[in-house]
């Protein structure tokens, strides 16, 4: 029987988690397929059901879906609880689903192994308060970054984020607490759609210190224009590639319990 996983969300812009862990599959000789099912938010609780299945490792889920696909879960992982989202889910043998957020871990190691920053004592400004920003923010507190200024276009979601995370993380609007943390910040963290979806920048990083850096969540294009301002002014820079193949590794092996298969997929993007 060929196993299946899919990625369900709404509009399903890119290819990339398909392309990847087809590719680990066809590597290590897993007869099983991952597919991209773009579903309504009414059509959620039926694929729910639908994945079950004997036939299905399990599933993960992109936006908008990350929240409300938890409600239909039969556990929800401590980390994933605590982030308020979830990207990955494991269908266990008696047919049970486990909600799992990789996110948090994919962003603690992009940035230390692309930037080769530890995470912890960092001064850090996160622009974005969605499902990705709040997965970044758990891997930082976590980590014992020393202080985290979160800012959003909707100031409140910031605030509300802060209030879940402790007295580590504030939230602001992009103003003029959020521009003065940046001159203060060792990390810059773009994780808003801005770049991706819309043209432009979130944030501005002119007011970074020249020691900084900055990890841009977006990956497509390769370098978004925040990306290509901070390189411009000499700061160390990451996109968001090494995230979404580190959060794809950790996926692959809670469903196979293969490891390691970051290299064969970080190939396989190449390709596309
Ligand atoms: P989300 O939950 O929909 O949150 C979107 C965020 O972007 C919100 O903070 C939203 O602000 C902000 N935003 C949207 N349009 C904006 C605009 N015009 N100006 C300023 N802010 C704007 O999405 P998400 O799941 O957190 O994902 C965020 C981004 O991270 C996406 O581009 C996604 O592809 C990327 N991502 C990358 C990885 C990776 O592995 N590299 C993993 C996960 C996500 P409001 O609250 O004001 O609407």
Redesign the pocket.
């Known amino acids: 029987m060929t196993r299946r996983v899919a990625l369900i969300g709404r509009p399903l812009r890119?290819r990339h988690s398909e392309v990847m862990h087809n590719a680990a599959f066809d590597h290590f000789g897993i007869d099983a397929r991952y597919e991209l099912r773009d579903v309504s938010l009414e059509q959620v609780p039926g694929f729910v059901d639908e994945a079950r299945g004997a036939d299905w490792l399990g599933f993960q889920v992109?936006?908008?879906h990350?929240r409300i696909v938890m409600e239909l879960l039969d556990q929800i992982e401590h980390d994933a609880g605590q982030i308020g989202?979830v990207?990955t889910v494991l269908r266990r043998e008696d047919g049970s689903l486990a909600g799992h957020n990789t996110?948090a871990e994919?962003?603690r190691r992009?940035v230390e192994n692309e930037l080769e920053l530890g995470l912890s004592d960092l001064s850090v400004c996160v622009?974005?308060?969605?499902?990705?920003?709040?997965?970044g923010v758990h891997a930082l507190v976590v980590a014992g970054a020393g202080d985290i200024t979160v800012g959003?276009?909707?100031?409140e979601?910031?605030r509300a984020l802060a209030e879940d995370f402790g007295p580590s993380v504030r939230g602001a609007g992009?103003g003029a607490a959020f521009d003065e943390a940046l001159t203060e910040a060792d990390l810059a963290v773009?994780?808003?759609?801005?770049?991706?979806?819309?043209p432009?920048v979130?944030f501005d990083v002119g007011s970074l210190p020249p020691t900084a850096a900055v990890f841009d969540?977006?990956?497509?294009p390769s370098e978004s224009e925040l990306l290509r301002r901070a390189r411009a002014r000499g700061l160390r820079v990451a996109?968001?590639?090494?995230?979404?193949?580190?959060?794809?590794e950790i996926a692959f092996e809670r469903w196979t319990g293969v490891a390691d298969a970051g290299p064969v997929m970080r190939a396989a993007l190449e390709s596309l």
Do not use: C, H
């Open positions: 890119r992109t936006t908008p990350k989202a990207n996110d994919g962003f992009a622009g974005g308060a969605g499902g990705a920003a709040r997965a959003n276009r909707t100031w979601r910031a992009f773009n994780a808003t759609t801005v770049g991706m979806i819309e432009g979130a969540l977006v990956y497509d996109n968001g590639l090494g995230m979404l193949v580190s959060q794809a």
